[in-house]
């Protein structure tokens, strides 16, 4: 792999990082478990690994963001997670950042109609 390569790669994953926190409280308005998540975001073209997302799903609990429950009820226990009240209003906070930041990255690469240089 050239040095570009692996720069550019080594950038990708410091953006994932911010973008997987918001792909994956998308999923959680309602209960799911740590391996239908990866499942599901692979599903919308979000790779995640396991090791990625179990430590992200902790943090977030421990944030107050996430409650979770264990089910019992299958021949193998699962820990569901899934957004409480404070975790929706903080969702949809980041959403409205989200599409702030789109748009004016848009406007800086060109997409929302400017050139390379962000000019309208």
Do not use: A, H
């Amino acid at each position: 792999m050239s040095d570009t390569n692996e720069l550019v790669n080594k950038l990708m994953q410091e953006v994932r990082r911010g973008t997987i926190t918001i792909g994956v409280l998308s999923l959680l308005k309602e209960p799911q478990y740590g391996y239908s998540l990866v499942t599901m975001l692979k599903g919308k073209g979000v790779e995640v690994e396991p090791g990625t997302l179990y430590p992200l799903l902790r943090r977030l609990e421990k944030q107050g963001i996430l409650e979770s429950e264990w089910d019992t009820n299958e021949s193998r226990p699962r820990k569901y997670y899934f957004l409480n009240t404070k975790g929706e209003e903080v969702y949809n906070m980041l959403c409205e950042e989200w599409k702030k930041i789109v748009t004016s990255m848009d406007g800086l690469i060109g997409y929302g109609g400017g050139d390379r240089n962000g000019n309208g």
